[in-house]
């Protein structure tokens, strides 16, 4: 895409949705960081599901820590991977009591040292919870930015480092969250509502599903 299109594409997607946020229910740092390691190869609802009977019970590196690995599996056991994602929790609830006091560091070399936090989910931490202008890119990042022409790239780092360089200043503190409802509500994997979307004449995808909306009800 040309800069006057990328420009007017995130104008669009802003005003369709002028305050995006995480699908994901959390209202601390520790709870955001707990839900993006638990939503790995699963859903944003199952999770929510998951963390509304786990948090009201423990939603601290103390509280997960003293539950356990065996205490937390049967919260997230509807989770898939969840014996992994338990132990995984438990200790990077502990290294957050070691190193930080307990508390979630804006920094990505730390974030990215806790155990099971790897980049996307130091960027969405960065991004959600602290503000930093992060592109986390998932299947919905990497495919909305290949398909649409926004950003091509043969992998998530390389989609990432494209991102970070075409997408206006004004835009990088929501285009994640654009991206990610974009493409799990319109650009979809198997067959995109191209007669829904709002970009739709700016997107280089040439396998565009046919047909026009249907005219809204007088």
């Known amino acids: 895409m040309k800069p006057a299109q990328i420009e007017e594409m995130f104008a669009r997607l802003q005003a369709l949705n002028p305050h995006p946020t995480t699908e994901l229910e959390y209202t601390t740092p520790f709870e955001l960081l707990v839900a993006v390691a638990l939503s790995a190869q699963a859903t944003d609802v199952g ?72 980049r996307k989910t130091a960027n969405v931490v960065l991004n959600t919870a602290f503000g930093e202008p992060t592109i986390a890119v998932d299947t919905h990042i990497f495919r909305v930015s290949n398909r649409t022409g926004l950003a091509p790239g043969k992998d998530v780092l390389a989609v990432e480092h494209r991102l970070l360089k075409v997408v206006p200043d004004r835009y990088l503190q ?45």
Do not use: M
């Open 174 to 218: 929501d285009a994640h969250h654009w991206l990610i409802l974009h493409g799990r509500y319109v650009c979809k994997a198997r067959k995109p509502d191209c007669p829904h979307c709002a970009i739709r004449d700016l997107c280089r995808y040439p396998d565009k599903t046919p047909g026009e909306p249907e005219p809204v009800p007088s």
């Open 47 to 118: 999770v929510n599901k998951a963390t509304r009977k786990l948090y009201p019970v423990a939603n601290t590196p103390r509280a997960i820590a003293d539950l356990g690995v065996e205490g937390l599996k049967p919260y997230i056991a509807t989770i898939g991977l969840f014996n992994t994602k338990a132990a995984n929790v438990v200790a990077l609830s502990r290294q957050l009591l070691e190193l930080h006091d307990g508390d979630v560091p804006r920094d990505r070399a730390a974030l990215e040292a806790l155990p099971g936090v790897g």
